[in-house]
């Protein structure tokens, strides 16, 4: 299956083919069935963010033990390990370099 480039902003949870005002935080290289995947990580990071949100506004609840907090992490680490996978050289640079994912495998699985 082939793979075409597209870009992804995390802030918007945007994945386009087109490059379109700043929605090219990272370029990546993926078949249908990886974009798909992705765009349900990019899912689950909004639904986390929803959840937090939520929990925000209950003040009994610390925020270290909050499942939703732990979602959003988990999320939003597994959207960074995908894009590296997925990631032109820029995009792995970034993440190798910021230490997004030093607490967990990079794997190339190009």
């Known amino acids: 299956m082939s793979k075409n480039k597209y870009y992804v902003s995390l802030q918007s949870r945007e994945i386009s083919q087109i490059e379109f ?3 090219n ?3 990546i290289y993926a078949t249908d069935t990886e974009v798909t ?12 963010e929803l959840d937090t949100f939520w929990r925000a506004h209950v003040p009994i609840v610390p925020y270290h033990r909050d499942g939703a907090n732990d979602r959003y992490d988990e ?3 597994e959207a960074f390990q ?8 820029d995009a ?8 997004l994912l030093s ?7 190009s």
Request: no cysteine.
């Open 21 to 23: 005002h700043n929605n």
């Open 25 to 27: 935080d990272f370029i």
């Open 37 to 48: 995947l992705l765009r349900k990580k990019l899912d689950s990071i909004y639904r986390a």
């Open 75 to 77: 999320s939003l680490l």
């Open 82 to 89: 995908m894009i590296y996978q997925l990631g032109d050289d």
């Open 92 to 99: 792995k640079d970034f993440i190798k370099e910021s230490g």
């Open 103 to 109: 607490d967990v495998s990079i794997t190339d699985h």
